[in-house]
């Protein structure tokens, strides 16, 4: 795949409106770090305009934390996420938006789930959905076909044994055949983590991703691989496409961060940082 053709142009002519509006709903007390990450990332890999759509519980962490990114603070249960009243708030910020990333750090509160199933089932924006989001949807793959959008999902392999009810053994020996079901019967562009991470789109197009490193197994790696994917899809790059560039970009960035780091000492925080170079790299080509 020509990485190097899929980035857009920037005209000399332009302003944030041309690069996208991502709204990231994430975080709960304790995960306030995934919320930051995938924010971030989406700034980082080029969007225009980033709104993170926070628990009022983490709002004020978050908003101290968080400077080029918007935070907005929606109703939560009391020490927890989301609460379903949030639900009104976020799809208004939501008829906004270009892209959505849902899920990093949501924690897995029924009200919460509650929350992350209507707004798959009520927007028809592109959404990538990651973490908890997909949590949401345990045991119930099929009902991510009534998205009314584009769909990408990002598991691990204990997501995707959730999701799919599939022991962790059958998706490492069987790992191509099970990704490609679930991507047709769903709708949905798969990016199944680990090594050699694996993208499948619903008509069985493959990319098998060749960059990053063992260091890379950290937590907030994911969170900043999803807030990266969107910024891509914010900027009008086809679904598809994004998702594999991200995957490349996010490696690309592991891989410099740990040139300078190391594999041992590798975080999340090291692959953020790196996402510029990462893309000036690819961009040069």
Partial sequence: MDFEKLLPKRNPDTDKRNYGRVLVVAGSPGYSGAAYFASSA???????LVILAA?????????????????????AIPGEGFSKRALIGIKEEADQADVLAIGPGLARHPQTAMLVKDLILEINKPVILDADGLNAFEGREKALKRHRGPLVVTPHQGEFARLTGKSREEIQTQKTSLVKQFAETTGAVVLLKGHRTLVISPDGELYENQSGNPGMATAGAGDVLT????????QKIPLYAA??????LHGVAGDLAAKEKGEYGLIAGDILDKIPQAIAGVAQR
Avoid: D, H
């Fill in 227 to 234: 807030g990266m994917i969107a910024s891509l899809v914010g």
């Fill in 42 to 48: 989406a700034m980082r890999t080029g969007s225009g």
């Fill in 243 to 248: 998702t594999c560039l991200g995957a490349y």
């Fill in 55 to 75: 628990p009022e519980t983490v709002y004020p962490i978050l908003a101290v934390k968080l400077n080029e990114v918007i935070v907005r603070s929606f109703s």
